[in-house]
């Protein structure tokens, strides 16, 4: 099965910095790899994803690039804010299977 | 939000008690899945249901017996749970075609 690794699993940054975070996956089939955010006490929230089709996906802040070859993908947040002090997670699925396998999750820490 | 609940939040329960966790999505999706997260660990699917009909057991143990009565509703039945079973229980759902899954506030376990 697929196996996900991610790294690091804590990250420290100053406010304004930018903070990039990785997994690896095992997985050649696996072609759909989402991103969520977890704050304290609540629900993991979808913030950004990349289909296999693509190597590099923006949204404002964030962006996440792929590299199918060797097999990682990593999430980009520029200019740093402490709201985006939170529990990140990396997923990676195959299409219409319906399963994921989620990396170990990154806790991020924005000092003000 | 109230696109996916979770009842209860929180729950403390015996190791020779029965409960169950109840899920409901107002999301018209058909795909629903329980994962649990633990402390320091990835996110763990536990069950997949797509359009009622249960296509994924990840090994879980039969302590664990969900029940999914139509595209709505989850439930994940408890009984002679283990203290190591504690963790966080969440709920997503997500629409066959589209991979974005969409989380419940999940319900914090305590065994005893």
């Known amino acids: 099965g697929e196996n996900v690794e991610q790294h690091p699993s804590?990250?420290?940054?100053?406010?304004?910095?930018?903070?990039?975070?990785?997994?690896?996956?095992s997985d050649s089939a696996s072609n759909y790899f989402p991103w969520y955010k977890q704050e304290l006490g609540k629900r993991p929230q979808l913030i950004i994803d990349i289909r296999s089709n693509v190597g590099e996906k923006k949204d404002q802040?964030?962006?996440?690039t792929l590299n199918k070859t060797?097999?990682?993908?990593?999430?980009h947040i520029t200019e740093t804010q402490p709201e985006d002090s939170a529990v990140y997670?990396?997923?990676?699925?195959?299409?219409n299977f319906n399963k994921f396998y989620f990396g170990s999750g990154t806790k991020l820490n924005v000092k003000p | 939000e109230t696109g996916v609940t979770q009842t209860p939040?929180?729950?403390?329960?015996?190791?020779?008690?029965?409960?169950s966790l109840k899920c409901e999505q107002h999301l018209g999706h058909n795909a629903m899945y329980w994962y649990k997260q633990s402390a320091k660990k990835p996110l763990e699917l536990m069950f997949v249901?797509?359009?009622k009909e249960?296509?994924?057991?990840?090994?879980?143990?039969?302590r664990f017996s969900p029940e999914c009565p139509n595209s709505s509703h989850l439930f994940l039945h408890l009984?002679?749970?283990?203290?190591?079973?504690?963790?966080?229980?969440?709920?997503?759902?997500?629409?066959?075609?589209?991979?974005?899954?969409?989380?419940?506030?999940?319900?914090?376990?305590?065994?005893?």
Do not use: W
């Not at chain 1, 997670?89 to 299409?95: I, K, M």
């Not at chain 2, 249960?54 to 039969?62: D, F, K, L």
């Not at chain 2, 969440?90 to 005893?112: I, K, M, N």
């Open chain 1, 70 to 75: 060797a097999k990682h993908f990593s999430l």
């Open chain 2, 9 to 19: 939040r929180h729950l403390v329960m015996g190791m020779t008690n029965k409960k």
């Open chain 1, 10 to 25: 804590t990250l420290s940054v100053q406010e304004g910095d930018s903070a990039v975070i990785k997994c690896t996956y």
């Open chain 1, 89 to 95: 997670f990396c997923a990676a699925s195959v299409d």
């Open chain 2, 49 to 51: 249901y797509n359009f």
């Open chain 2, 54 to 62: 249960q296509t994924e057991n990840n090994s879980v143990p039969s």
């Open chain 1, 61 to 64: 802040r964030i962006a996440v």
């Open chain 2, 79 to 112: 009984h002679t749970l283990q203290p190591e079973d504690s963790a966080l229980y969440l709920c997503a759902s997500s629409q066959e075609g589209s991979d974005t899954q969409y989380f419940g506030p999940g319900t914090r376990l305590t065994v005893l």
